[in-house]
């Protein structure tokens, strides 16, 4: 059955959910999105998910044509019109129709269109076995140019880095700063496991604040551990005894090899295990009810 997707306030099928050639958002990545995901009837942390996509808005002075409230009601809906307990959904936001200029001013109102679809997930494997990852040659962003806690439709620099990992056979890359520290992936957040400490590079240096990476931290600490958020190198990943990697499609994923070297015992670790044991847990209870 076709996909019903929402579109600037109407359900339709998805044949017919076609944006103009003359959007910003595809002319010149002028907006924000969002990766959202639903279990067993619930999305979890939508209202963070929205949080996020309405300050990054805000950052780019994009008005959104819908409260937050409206939006929660619409997200709820496309789940709802196609039948989903458990989905991904996929959220944008585009500076709308203009001319062929960069001048948003001649773009009068703001696109919307809500995706909502059967999730493509990691294989089981991944979680039993771990990742392998590289480093990507390419940086991220500076945040002086533009900032990485914008979610924005601007994933360019991402996409080399992911093509980078997947030509040396791997699914995922790390990305440094141009200063050379760890930021993330090209997708996910970056953790490293050392003794009962979890540590995490802080959003300042144009990281995306993870949703998951958000919810790892309040595990982790309500789990005893000890969550910093600091600057570390390569090194500190090498010599870490865990490292995992955090998203809304991922969730937890251990990580057992970097740039070739095993990572801690080569194999997925315990702490990593009881965080994932203990996110699966909190996507049970925490979140918007989609058939209340
Ligand atoms: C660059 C980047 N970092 C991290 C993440 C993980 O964020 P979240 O946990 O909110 O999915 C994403 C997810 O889309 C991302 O694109």
Request: charged residues 25%; negative net charge; hydrophobic residues 40%.
């Amino acid at each position: 059955m076709a996909l019903q997707v929402w579109l600037d306030g109407r359900l339709v099928p998805e044949e017919e959910a076609r944006v103009s050639v003359f959007d910003h958002g595809l002319l010149y990545g002028d907006g924000v999105f969002e990766g959202i995901r639903a279990y067993d009837g619930i999305v979890f942390r939508l209202k963070e998910h929205l949080d996020r996509l309405y300050n990054g808005a805000r950052v780019i002075m994009l008005d959104i044509p819908l409260s937050q409230e409206e939006m929660t009601q619409a997200v709820l809906e496309t789940i709802r019109a196609n039948g989903l307990r458990d989905a991904y959904i996929r959220l944008v936001v585009t500076r709308g129709v203009g001319d062929l200029g960069l001048d948003p001013r001649k773009c009068p109102r703001a696109s919307v269109f809500i995706i909502a679809a059967g999730i493509a997930l990691y294989p089981e494997e991944v979680y039993i076995n771990g990742l392998r990852l590289i480093t990507c040659s390419v940086r991220r962003n500076s945040p002086d140019a533009l900032d990485g806690s914008i979610k924005s439709l601007n994933y360019l620099n991402n996409i080399m880095a992911k093509m980078e990992a997947i030509r040396a056979g791997v699914p995922e890359g790390i990305m440094l700063t141009t200063d050379g520290y760890v930021a993330e992936c090209t997708g996910d957040n970056i953790f490293l496991v050392r003794g009962e400490r979890l540590i995490t590079p802080p959003t300042s240096i144009g990281n995306l604040p993870g949703i998951t990476r958000g919810a790892v931290m309040e595990i982790a600490a309500r789990q005893g551990l000890e969550v910093r958020e600091e600057l570390f190198r390569l090194a500190s990943v090498y010599t870490a005894e865990e490292v995992f990697v955090t998203g809304t499609a991922a969730e937890i994923v251990p990580v057992v090899e970097v740039d070739g070297r095993p990572v801690g015992a080569g194999k997925p670790g315990p702490v990593t295990k009881r965080l994932l044991d203990g996110f699966r847990e909190l996507t049970k209870t925490d979140g918007e009810p989609i058939y209340p």
